[in-house]
């Protein structure tokens, strides 16, 4: 079964605006993490978050966390062509010590040139 | 390091038979964890090991399915027999103590098709 699932399930923006995704998700978390998918290929490990942190950012890209309602968010600024993707949250859960993901199911992201 | 490197890339068999998919993890990392994507069921966790030991097997479908791991550098996923619905896009990734919160490599995945 999914622990996270992703909102909105697709998104279609143009070149320059930004992108914003969501996860939400069931159980007590240790970490968050968001993964990159591009078509045919394998997931590309984006960002991590940890369950006492709220904010982070890496480049272009800003993932929040918050606990209380389980929920995440990314947001990725000022997208490229080449950020079309799908896009995935994945938690590793309280109750697991050896680092197990579970995955959403994805949002997919277009941008047009 | 080149990467995680799964073999085959594609794999086209004949329901009943025998399919075998081969992960080579990164050097160093202790954590490898085999996953399945299909568009009705996305990523699935099948298995995973740590040190080589297999730690937890309940995502494996059915009995037809087994992996190992003989050494820190190798590991293959068998299903025998195969059956059509076992198409999908197999996935093997690794980890340096993923228990400690670090990120998953994942390699390009193995897509299989079962006719």
């Known amino acids: 079964s999914q622990q996270g699932e992703e909102d909105p399930q697709a998104l279609s923006i143009q070149e320059g605006e930004n992108a914003t995704m969501n996860c939400s998700y069931k159980?007590?978390?240790?970490?968050l993490q968001w993964y990159r998918q591009n078509s045919g290929r394998g997931l590309v490990h984006l960002i991590l978050i940890r369950s006492n942190e709220r904010e982070k950012h890496s480049g272009r890209l800003r993932v929040t966390l918050d606990t209380s309602k389980k929920s995440s968010s990314l947001l990725i600024t000022a997208s490229r062509a080449a950020d079309t993707a799908s896009y995935f949250c994945?938690?590793?859960?309280?109750?697991?010590?050896?680092?197990?993901?579970?995955f959403g199911a994805g949002t997919q992201v277009v941008v047009t040139p | 390091d080149a990467g995680v490197i799964q073999s085959p890339r594609h794999e086209v068999t004949e329901m009943g038979q025998e399919v075998t998919l081969r992960c080579k993890p990164i050097s160093g990392h202790n954590s490898l964890f085999w996953y399945r994507q299909t568009m009705m069921r996305g990523l699935e966790l099948l298995i995973y090991f740590n040190n080589n030991v297999p730690i937890d097997d309940s995502g494996m479908p059915e009995d037809r399915f087994s992996a190992k791991m003989p050494n820190a550098s190798f590991s293959t996923l068998k299903i025998q027999p195969s059956e059509p619905r076992d198409s999908a896009v197999y996935f093997c990734a690794s980890s340096f103590e993923a228990g400690a919160g670090y990120g998953y490599t994942f390699g390009s995945g193995t897509r299989l098709t079962v006719v």
């Open positions: 994945a938690t590793a859960s309280t109750t697991d010590s050896w680092g197990k993901l579970q």
């Open positions: 159980t007590s978390i240790n970490n």
